[in-house]
């Protein structure tokens, strides 16, 4: 039997949905269908994201003049490479994962954001067309981000990138093999080089992870705003279903020590199921030393800054996108300033 909802003195001054954003929910929300297979789903979720993009008859910033350029990271693993206009002769590289429940979403539903984010952050950009669960479940994606830095490592220069500078970030499911890929090339190599952590509402831990502490935002926030948390736990259990819930490598927040890890910035946004999560792992990894720095979205859903439905959107969208671009200019240059 499912606990009951987690009691929590907020829950009653939560600042309203943005109303712009609530009237394209009421547009956007699904018909109500009879039971669809998994095989079903996964199609008609990919393909829902591909119509988001599409129905976007124009997007404030586009376009602009970010370059791009298809790379080959291995003979099964591609990636899209953005390049914005730049005077520095220290370029840093941005490796991200785009979001979709690690079962959707690529490198094109994410285009819009990333030449948005390379132009407003003038950094260069590499989204990962990492491989999709079910067909590749864990550790598939996970190995692929891992991959994609560590080529970014030793090929960037050849694309103008100063490969010393390097960051990883994601979005949703992608913030969460940020996360752990983050946490893992840190406390193995060190990782010197990664100078940013991004990660964007992202996914820190698996909702059984610890069943007797359930997240509130999991009730509060669980139908009607986008990601649903019926969802979120099939999205878990394509990815994850035969991984322990509480193994760090899928569920970030449960590393017990975490290493040395590089300034690193949360977002999270009030009506969305991960929104405790999120904040929790702010909380966990500014408590173990990490300089952390927390933007919460007060009237925003799920991941509103970088899906290709709502990115560029709304003003809100649009304030966070750059506020999150100028997090990143001032961290890379405080880098650039304790250099010798």
Known sequence: MPLPPPTNSVLNVRTPLAPALRQLLEQQRPPVLTIQSDAQRIAGIREMMMTALKNREHINGLPNSVQAERIQIRPDLSARLYIPESQSSKRSLMVYLHGG?????????LDPFCRLFAHASGVMMLSVDYRL????????????????VRWATLHGAAFGA????????????GGNLAAVAANLLCAETGASNLKAV???????????ADPNTPYVSYFENAIGLGLEANTMRWFWSQYAQQINPADPKISPLRTKHFPNLPPTLITTSEYDVLRDEGMAYAKKLSAAGIKVTHMH?????????ASPGTVARFAQ????????AQWLRRTLSAVESSEP
């Open 162 to 173: 100063d490969a010393s500078r390097l960051c990883v970030g994601g979005d949703s499911a």
């Open 297 to 305: 979205a007060h009237d925003m859903n799920h991941n509103t800054t």
């Open 198 to 208: 991004m990660l964007l509402c992202p996914v820190t831990d698996h909702p059984n």
């Open 317 to 324: 969208c649009d304030a966070q996108l750059h506020e999150i």
């Open 101 to 109: 429940g690690w079962v959707a979403g690529s490198v094109e539903t």
């Open 133 to 148: 669960a079910p067909e590749s479940p864990y550790p598939a994606a996970l190995n692929d981000a891992l991959d994609a």
